[in-house]
């Protein structure tokens, strides 16, 4: 039998009276208890550890929340509670463990972790095994490089079309991801196709030499199609003189102010923002349109803060900039502290390497 009124006589008075070892030693006995005899206990004893526990760990640091997280990530009877409030911790240390490996954690906490928590915790989430699309389109829409590198190698991901779309979206910027996800096996043709004519050369051989047999055959017929379209229908390059006339223009007549480029994203003139940010950074047009119609928004900050912009000007592209993904309001507040730690000279050099090696955000 739990002996459930000695475990509360003593939590009570650990909570109320005692020191921080107390506190602990008595986390450490309920969780040792617990994992000795919790094969046996029926839901209401366990509902009781479940108060006990998460009670207690309001009241301990975070190295003791840690060492709980770990006992009981792996743990398939764990109690409900104490195992999402372990999950929403802000403490990496102690979410970690849980978000990774227990398969006691909801996808409703999934969800909301992955919404508002930072990249560490998006990170141990993309470690998970069978993690559902309503999950994996959240990670794809704020993860930044790392995160997705590791959720595109996570092969029991599940992704709905959005979140492939966004993948192959991040893999434009990343050749790694390039390979990774070209050798799903789980890939839609229609996103291998966009991902192979994205692709370098030098990525689509290394691709067709890694893959399988049966991929590798797939791989081929897709290149044959690219190539073929390609010879058949040349897409002319975006002609962008008209919307750098404009502002020339209005830079002349001190016109090209925040506000105005606040303005053209507002109406989703592009062109004449991405033009802006050009002549501001002396840099060419159609780079800083691949910046702004690229898929990750941290990128954006770049030109914006070499060229000065403040945050109402910033926060505008970001909110109406052409991608598939809008940026949520957490991302967007996450941009703010970034834009606001980003320094002009940090963001003027990051230009002058993308100009010099002929590429962004590697």
Request: aromatic residues 4%.
């Amino acid at each position: 039998m739990l002996p459930e009124h000695s475990i509360i006589v003593e939590l009570e008075e650990a909570v109320r009276i005692g020191s921080s070892e107390k506190r602990v030693n008595t986390l450490r006995q309920v969780t040792n208890l617990f994992l000795h005899d919790g094969p046996r206990f029926n839901d209401e004893q366990i509902k009781v550890f479940d108060d006990v526990l998460c009670l207690l760990v309001a009241r301990v640091e975070s190295r003791a929340r840690a060492e709980l997280s770990t006992s009981l990530a792996p743990v398939e009877y764990a109690p409900n509670e104490i195992i999402q409030r372990l999950a929403r911790d802000d403490e990496i240390g102690v979410a970690g463990q849980v978000l990774s490996n227990s398969k006691r954690v909801t996808t409703n906490t999934l969800v909301e972790v992955a919404t508002t928590k930072g990249q560490d915790h998006l990170f141990a989430i993309s470690n998970r095994k069978d993690l559902p699309e309503v999950v994996t389109d959240v990670i794809v829409n704020r993860g930044e490089r790392r995160v997705i590198r590791n959720l595109a190698t996570n092969t029991t991901a599940r992704f709905s079309d959005t979140g492939f779309a966004g993948m192959v979206g991040h893999a434009q910027a990343d050749d790694e991801i390039t390979e990774i996800m070209g050798l799903r096996i789980d890939l839609p043709i229609k996103f291998l196709r966009d991902l192979l004519r994205r692709a370098s050369e030098a990525v689509r051989k290394r691709l067709t030499a890694a893959a399988p047999p049966q991929l590798q055959e797939e791989i081929k017929r897709v290149l044959e199609v690219i190539a073929d379209s390609a010879t058949s229908s040349i897409a002319p390059a975006q002609d962008y003189s008209r919307a750098e006339e404009i502002v020339k223009r209005m830079k002349g007549l001190n016109e090209l102010t925040d506000k105005a480029i606040a303005n053209f994203a507002g109406t989703k003139r592009f062109n004449e923002v991405a033009a802006a940010l050009a002549l501001m950074n002396n840099v060419p047009t159609d780079m800083m349109a691949k910046v702004i119609e690229g898929p990750r928004h941290d990128l954006v900050l770049i030109p914006c803060r070499s060229a000065g912009l403040t945050w109402l000007a910033v926060e505008s592209i970001l909110h109406h900039r052409p991608v598939k993904l809008p940026i949520d309001a957490e991302t967007l507040r996450i941009a703010s502290r970034d834009y606001g730690k980003l320094s002009a000279e940090t963001a003027q050099r990051t230009l002058r390497f993308w100009q010099v090696h002929d590429r962004i955000g590697k």
